[in-house]
Nanobody
Framework: VQLQASGGGLVQAGGSLRLSCAAS????????MGWFRQAPGKEREFVAG????????YYADSVKGRFTISRDNAENTVYLQMNSLKAEDTAVYYC?????????????????WGQGTLVTVSS
């Protein structure tokens, strides 16, 4: 499975961005999907996850109420809508796939990682 993330960029605090992650080479509709991020000098952390059907979503406390994860199984794409962005949201964002369709996020093990997309929030 190949995961291609896009949509990062520079935005002012309070602004919005939407990240996309397109999947190929696998059965997208059977995978749980998620987003992680890694800020400079920090460890990678979980941001949001969604079950294979899209019926269950999971969020880190730091983004709850501001970020929304969704997926389009017909387009093999998962999205992360990020609103009310803060300087502390600055990071490289990675999409991830779990072959288990209904795991709670974050899963114990991520099967596939995409390349990162950089989000920079200026204060």
């Amino acid at each position: 499975v190949q995961l291609q993330a896009s949509g990062g960029g520079l935005v002012q605090a309070g602004g919005s961005l939407r990240l996309s992650c397109a999947a190929s080479g696998g059965t997208f509709s059977s995978y749980g999907m998620g987003w992680f991020r890694q800020a400079p000098g920090k460890e990678r952390e979980f941001v949001a996850g969604i079950s294979a059907s899209g019926g269950s979503t999971y969020y880190a406390d730091s983004v709850k109420g501001r970020f929304t994860i969704s997926r389009d199984n017909a387009e093999n794409t998962v999205y992360l809508q990020m609103n009310s962005l803060k300087a502390e949201d600055t990071a490289v964002y990675y999409c991830a796939a779990d072959r288990s369709p209904n795991s709670r996020w974050p899963p114990k093990f991520v099967n596939y990682w995409g390349q990162g997309t950089l989000v920079t929030v200026s204060s």
